[in-house]
């Protein structure tokens, strides 16, 4: 990665690459599943395995619900199925070309912003009800700018819903998840052995995060915690051993 170049602009464009190679998270739902959905049908996941629980939302119908690093065409439309007025911000051009694909074919309105999470969110103070943002943290060095905004844009008693990295675990194995290669905390911009690595790998720009950070820095805000889960990666020798390497949390707004 050039030195001009923001590690957050290679992280869109990687993902602009691995969505046109068939990525499984960018791959948008079917029009059947979207049916289903209308009828209360539905699961979306904010980890590899393991469905959000339904009263992590409450009733969705009229909630203005933002989904943060969220393209894909794949829990935005479940959310609207359900009633919820949705707002989908992301960076990377393709997964939003999803969610406008989907929105088409399935004829509703959705709110398309393209933003970095990075940066302050293009939002009014107390606009949503709900913030959903699955697994995308791994993708940003710093956790508490964002958490600070999202507590900034949710309305009072509002839901901060979102998966995490648990505690930096899956970047201490090489590919394989059986021998220990890495230290933590794994930060490519300060370590360019760890960047190496993921540039071999065609990984992205990528970082381990401590619990300090991603339920401390949520507390710091103001948050308070309500619920929480943990998840493995659905596959490979951590997952057969049933390590558990993220995380899902559900917080509200004082």
Known sequence: MSKEKKYQDTNA????????????WGRPISHEAYIKATKGEWDVVLTPIKPVPHAWFGDLKGKKLLGLACGGGQQIPIFTA????????????????????????????????????????PFSDETFDIVFQPVSNCYVEKLRPIFKEVYRILKKGGIFIIGQDNNGINYLFDEE???????????????????????????????????????????????????????TNGEGNLHDHHVPTFMATRAIKK
């Open 13 to 24: 464009e990687t993902i602009d690459r691995w969505v046109k190679e068939g990525w499984e």
């Open 82 to 121: 359900a009633g919820a007025k949705c707002t989908v911000l992301d960076y990377s051009e393709k997964q939003l070309e999803s969610e406008r694909m989907v929105a088409e074919r399935e004829g509703y309105s959705v709110e398309i912003v393209r933003a970095d999470m990075t940066k302050p969110l």
């Open 177 to 231: 998840e059986k021998t220990l290669v890495n230290s933590l905390p794994f930060n490519p911009l300060k370590n360019k052995d760890q960047m190496k690595q993921l540039v071999d790998t065609d990984s992205g720009v990528q970082f381990s995060h401590t619990l300090e950070e991603t339920l401390g820095g949520q507390l710091e805000c103001g948050f308070i915690l309500t619920d929480l889960f943990e998840d």
